[in-house]
């Protein structure tokens, strides 16, 4: 678990810090290499400050995510061609994506920094993982079912960029604008996830878990690792895959061996949930990487 914890997040950071550079550099122009190395460098500097300061502005870019989303639904609901969501394609590649679905939706990093926050009152702990959990679901498919419906197979890596090309420039920033505050969110829970780790589980100092933190995907960057999609894709399909296997797995072990009140592991149907998960996470996680490798 540890080793997929640390390749996953370094991952993920990778991918934000690449993606980051196409938005800016579709809003403000420039080469993407340079402004990836500007946001990492901001993106640093906020980590360093810690977590009450990536609270803060984690709130204010969320509250910026939800709000762009539903305007650029609004905005673009006209030009939604229903022949681009509703075709008869390739279901042999229904797999494909898998990865990179799993990457958008995949919050279990969030979930110990949420028990930091309001972890002793464990009502209040539940409905803040369930309501997280639903707000991004109901925003992601709204935002992917207007991309597509918009620019269908024409759809940029970073969705955004190819939506602004066809609706115009107020496009352009306003979605660009959703892509930079969902990615900055993310890249953030996942840093101060990451450095906690070093700091509470390792016992090393701040400035060396923070160091830690962002010296590796730096320097992967830097090395010549630039494709948003094979990031994230790869990241879905294999680390995050196995990760959610091993949560099972610790759920059971946990219940059988832990050192925590039986309440707080009571889950209606537990072996019929932890089987459906096995199966599906095993049987989608070896499609999708033998999918990938044979492209």
């Given amino acids: 678990m540890s080793g997929i914890f640390f390749f996953s997040i370094y991952s993920a950071l990778l991918a934000y810090m690449i993606g980051q550079g196409e938005v800016l550099a579709a809003l403000f122009g420039g080469a993407p290499f340079w402004w990836s190395i500007i946001f990492f460098a901001v993106g640093a500097l906020v980590l ?11 709130l204010v870019m969320t509250l910026v995510v939800a709000f762009v989303v539903i305007l650029l639904a609004a905005w673009a609901a006209p030009d939604i ?9 390739d279901w042999t590649q229904m797999f494909l994506p898998y990865g990179v679905i799993l990457f958008a939706y995949y919050g279990a990093s969030a ?9 002793k009152n464990q009502t209040m702990y539940k409905r803040v993982l369930v309501i997280a959990s639903v707000i991004p679901i109901i ?12 620019t269908g197979s024409a759809t940029t890596e970073v969705a955004t960029v190819g939506l602004g090309q066809v609706l115009g420039p107020a496009v352009l920033i306003f979605g660009n604008v959703f892509a930079f ?14 450095r906690e780790t070093y700091e509470w589980d390792f016992k090393w100092n701040p400035m060396a878990a923070w160091a830690a933190t962002i010296a590796v995907p730096l320097v992967v960057f830097l090395l010549g690792v630039r494709s948003f999609i094979q990031v994230i894709g790869f990241t879905g399909s294999l680390f995050l895959s196995v990760e959610t296997v091993l ?3 610790m759920y059971w072990r946990a219940r059988r061996l832990g050192d925590v009140p039986a309440q707080r592991l009571h889950l209606r149907a537990a072996p019929l949930v932890s089987a459906v998960l096995l199966i599906v996470f095993a049987i989608a996680s070896i499609y999708s990487m033998w999918e990938f490798f044979a492209r």
């Fill in 139 to 150: 925003l992601y498919t709204l935002f992917t079912v207007v991309v597509v419906g918009v």
């Fill in 111 to 119: 979930v110990v920094v949420a028990h930091t926050i309001v972890g």
């Fill in 181 to 194: 505050a969902a990615m900055a969110t993310s890249f953030l829970a996942l840093g101060t996830a990451l």
């Fill in 247 to 249: 949560f099972v797995l």
């Fill in 48 to 58: 360093y400050r810690g977590l009450r300061t990536v609270k803060v502005i984690e």
């Fill in 81 to 89: 061609a229903l022949s681009h969501l509703v075709t008869s394609g």
